[in-house]
């Protein structure tokens, strides 16, 4: 019982765990926002988007193929909405906040042979051995 304890206690369980019951609140947020305000406003646009109607039948057998049409402008509708109203904003935002950033210096350079990438201050590749001209400043 104690490995048990052990094992739910650890940061990344509960943080899965969190991640799971955020993921679908969301989930239920983003398919509101389609069904209740971007659904109709395509409706006052192009009609009625409801293709359920739609269905062909092969020796007695129906196919309804529009709920599976529905399913999929639902599916794209929802993609848009994360895209345009959680990524790129999300995007915006770190991009905002790194800006000033200045990135790392390298720690490793490509050796001009075989291409792998070896440690900065190596005078010899690890993979094929040939030479290497030292970084700047060493």
């Known amino acids: 019982m104690n490995g048990f304890k052990k094992f739910m206690m650890r940061g990344n369980v509960i943080d899965l765990a969190v ?4 993921g ?5 947020v983003v398919t509101e926002l389609v069904k209740d305000l971007i659904t109709p406003l395509i ?3 192009v009609g009625k988007p409801d293709f359920s109607s739609i269905q062909f039948t092969v020796n007695n057998s129906k196919f309804m193929i529009g709920n599976f049409i ?4 639902s599916f794209i509708l929802i993609g848009i909405a994360v895209y345009f109203f959680v ?5 915006s935002l770190m991009a905002r906040m790194h800006r000033g950033d200045v ?12 291409l792998s990438d070896v440690p900065i201050a190596a005078r010899r590749c690890a993979f094929c051995t040939s030479p290497l001209e030292l970084a700047a400043g060493h």
């Not at 679908?24 to 239920?28: I, P, Q, W």
């Not at 529905?70 to 402008?73: Q, S």
């Not at 990524?87 to 995007?91: A, E, G, R, S, T």
């Open 19 to 22: 991640a799971v019951v955020m």
């Open 24 to 28: 679908a609140a969301f989930g239920a």
């Open 43 to 45: 409706a006052a646009i």
């Open 70 to 73: 529905n399913a999929l402008v």
């Open 87 to 91: 990524v790129l904003p999300m995007n």
């Open 103 to 114: 990135p790392p210096d390298p720690t490793v350079k490509k050796c001009p042979e075989c």
